[in-house]
């Protein structure tokens, strides 16, 4: 043997650690096959054992001598190139260390060291048949002596020959004995094959309907378009968006393609698997975090397999390993949820777009109120547009009246609560003709607050900087950000004084006054403390659907993707709630969630109305709501997020550094540092291309124990953002490591 033969091979390693760099191992001999680019490794880190991706292989041997690698558990790599690669653009974009942008690529379990094989794969027995008997004469010979396994033969025959024994004996009411027969005959054989653990089988629907000629021109436009064009669905409420989105992807997987359809975590129903699966059948495989361990590893195995093909989730979906992905559905594009909340703070609609590029597979986004960034990429060329301006069966959006809480008359019950005379009335007669209703109010908990009316104390979140919202089911005050709970006191912290007053509205209270309203009323409430155990969002839809519920109220979770043909009334019972918060997009938001929740009325033959109670009623956002328009949101709107207004998204690009410590100085300190360092950098390598704003407190100036203060950067231009948060991201700025951290493109600034 040469001695080159003998020549140790050593791998670029990186582990899903917040720290800029990767490592070098060496290549066991035995292990060399299983080593290459995306497979998953076990190596040694100081004193514990890791898991980690293989980025690179036969590099450089280190300066210092490396440590084997202990382990490789696939027989095939994690992650295909293109994954691999999609993983360094996210690291570079966002300014992530690559293990923590790799790490969001696979599932959480596939990261446990001590299952390095993740959960255990069920398996299920099937019977297989092994011998064909083609002519009636075979036939009689075989089974001249043996009548009841034809039976079973000819059964499993008809069932394209194999199925699972558990079917063959429970539902078919065949024999073991008789199928054991067959084994010994040697025309069938046992075979054990994997059984992915799926908690939506059995889930479908029928076939979706023939599209209407409009649905039809889309789809035929879109599949006309270059698959390296992005589209933009541009669908008002009710108009078949879904229907557009399954005739596109039929075709992708009637060609051999794969497909993922990325919906809001809200929006990922039953009832939406469902209307997928009517499709698709089989090839469905859904991945989101309701699941368990063992449910996500198994649908993620199938789908890198290639045995399911169609991948429906919310933004982790994006990173499904579907083979021959040819397309991606970007669904309620417009939704703050597809912005990851910690590192790498990655937008799926954004990530959507890159592994499409990377991958030449057509990307779609949907909306019946698209967000102005995605209207800009489309006003200025980069996305190719194509609108449904109507509803299936020409039915009109419901009008819409606006009742200023200023001056509209309140039923002399409601003691405080936003409940007016104009909204009473269409409830009531909406009940009256067995309808349904479906209230919103963008606001959990019973009180807003706990205040004192001698001193005015309002009581505060020990670890945060805000009000303790006031729960009924439990009585406690709860911090809506850190979960801190405490007693409902009877008298006052500061002064003593009893007793203490409730401010504001929740949906706890609303429920309850809906309740003493209408008595006869069959009254459920949606919203996160409705909706925390698995399947709890599904039961109160069912209940809807079936007819089973007269009003249905809650948070924003009431005014996406819903479909209830009965529901005739939409009342927005305050639509002012996120109007004022110091956020530049807190006019988009509450423009898209009062058209979102409008658009749940008059979806059958009765029709509908909406009635949108706000104290600001000539306010842009919900007089272009009222009108259902889109381009009146944006006409408005846009002039002032440009020069001479203070200049935000989409006219500039947008980075954050949050300052955070537990010492209100540190944070300050840090994030000074933080802003000194950007302008340096501003002026010595990018000629003044960025605007440095802060450091300031954030508007949410404490949260979880933790102080926090901000820099913002903003530039026309992508690049100065871009090489700032590399920068960054390879450690180079103060506080990198944790300290500090940087957020690009950000959906809020609280």
């Known amino acids: 043997m040469t001695g080159s033969a003998l020549a140790p091979r050593y791998a670029e390693v990186v582990l899903p650690v917040p720290v800029p760099r990767t490592y070098t191992y060496e290549m066991p001999t035995a292990l060399g096959a299983r ?68 790490r969001v690529l696979l599932p959480g379990s596939l990261w446990s060291v001590r299952r390095p094989g993740g959960p255990a794969e069920q398996v299920e027995r099937v019977v297989v048949l092994t011998h064909a008997l083609p002519s009636l004469l075979e036939r009689e010979r075989a089974f001249k002596r043996a009548p009841k396994r034809r039976v079973v033969y000819e059964a499993l025959e008809a069932l394209g020959g194999s199925a699972p024994l558990r079917h063959l004996v429970t539902r078919l009411g065949l024999s073991p004995t008789v199928l054991d027969g067959l084994v010994k005959q040697r025309l ?14 059995g889930l479908t629907s029928p076939p979706p309907p023939v599209l209407t000629d409009a649905q039809r021109r889309v789809v035929d436009g879109i599949a006309a378009t270059s698959p390296d064009v992005p589209v933009l669905l541009h669908g008002v409420t009710g108009s078949g968006k879904t229907l557009v989105y399954l005739d596109l992807l039929r075709s992708v997987v009637a060609s051999g393609g794969g497909a993922i359809l990325l919906v809001p975590e809200i929006a990922l129903t039953p009832q939406t698997v469902a209307r997928v699966r009517g499709v698709f059948g089989d090839l469905v495989a859904v991945l989101h975090s309701g699941l368990s361990d063992g449910e996500r590893a198994d649908a993620w195995r199938a789908l890198r397999r290639g045995e399911r093909r169609v991948a429906v989730g919310p933004r982790s ?20 949820s597809y912005k990851q909340g910690t590192a790498p703070r990655y937008h799926a609609r954004d ?77 009531r007669g909406a009940l009256a003709r067995t309808e349904q209703v479906i209230l919103l109010l963008n606001r959990r908990g019973f009180a807003t607050y706990l205040q004192c009316p001698a001193c005015g104390d309002v009581r505060q979140c020990p670890h945060c900087a805000i009000a303790l919202t006031v729960h009924q089911t439990p009585r406690v005050l709860r911090c809506h950000y850190c979960g801190h709970e405490a007693p409902v006191p009877t008298g006052c912290g500061v002064c003593g004084k009893e007793p203490q007053r409730m401010r504001g509205l929740g949906t706890q209270q609303l429920e309850h006054f809906v309740g003493l309203r209408f008595p006869e009323a069959r009254v459920a409430r949606m919203d996160l403390d409705t909706t925390s155990t698995k399947w709890a969002h599904h039961r109160i839809l069912e209940r809807m659907a079936q007819g089973k519920l007269d009003i249905l109220l809650g948070t924003q979770m009431i005014a996406k ?3 209830f043909p009965n529901v005739t009334v939409v009342g927005v019972v305050d639509a002012d709630t996120g109007l004022n918060l110091p956020d530049f997009r807190a ?36 007089r272009a709501a009222a009108a259902h328009s889109v381009a009146g949101f944006a006409a408005a709107e846009l002039p002032l997020r440009a020069p001479p207004n203070p200049a935000y998204p989409p006219h500039v ?30 002026t010595e390598q990018l000629g003044g291309a960025l605007t440095v704003l802060g450091p300031a407190p954030c508007p949410i100036m404490r949260l979880k124990g933790q102080w926090r203060w901000h820099v913002l950067i903003k530039s026309p231009e992508a690049r100065p953002i871009g090489r ?26 609280l």
Do not use: M
């Open 35 to 102: 080593v290459v680019p995306g497979s998953r490794v076990v190596v040694p880190l100081q004193r514990r054992q890791v898991v980690g991706l293989v980025v690179a292989v036969d590099v450089p041997a280190p300066d210092v001598a490396a440590r084997p690698i202990a382990a490789a558990p696939d027989a095939e790599p994690a992650l295909s190139p293109a994954l691999v690669e999609l993983g360094r653009w996210i690291s570079r974009y966002y300014g992530a260390p690559l293990g923590l942008a790799l």
């Open 188 to 201: 069938a054989r046992y075979s054990d094959v994997p059984r992915p653990r799926d908690p939506f089988t």
């Open 317 to 336: 979906a994006v990173f499904a390993p579907v083979q021959r992905l040819a397309a991606i559905v970007v669904d309620e594009e417009h939704e703050a």
């Open 351 to 427: 990530v959507a777009l890159a592994r499409a590029r990377l991958e030449g597979a057509r990307l779609i986004l949907g909306s019946a109120t698209p967000s102005l960034d995605t209207l800009h990429l489309a006003h200025t060329g980069r996305v190719c547009t194509f609108e449904l301006p109507e509803r299936i069966g020409a039915r009109p959006l419901p009008p819409v009246e606006v009742i200023d809480l200023r001056s509209a008359r309140r039923v002399p019950e409601a003691r405080g609560i936003p409940w007016t005379e104009p909204l009473d009335q269409a409830v």
């Open 561 to 563: 993707g819903l479909d």
């Open 587 to 622: 006019a988009e938001r509450t423009f898209q969630l009062v058209a979102q929740v409008a658009g749940r009325a008059g979806r059958g033959p009765k029709g509908g109305r909406v009635l949108v109670q706000t104290r600001a009623p000539d306010h842009h956002a919900i």
């Open 653 to 682: 690009g947008l980075a954050r550094f949050v300052a955070v410590h537990e010492d209100e100085r540190l944070a300050q300190e840090a994030a000074e540092r933080v802003a000194a360092w950007l302008r340096r950098a501003n």
């Open 724 to 749: 700032v948060v590399r920068a960054w991201g390879r450690g180079r700025g103060p506080g990198a490591r944790g300290a500090v951290v940087a957020d690009r493109d950000p959906v809020s600034l």
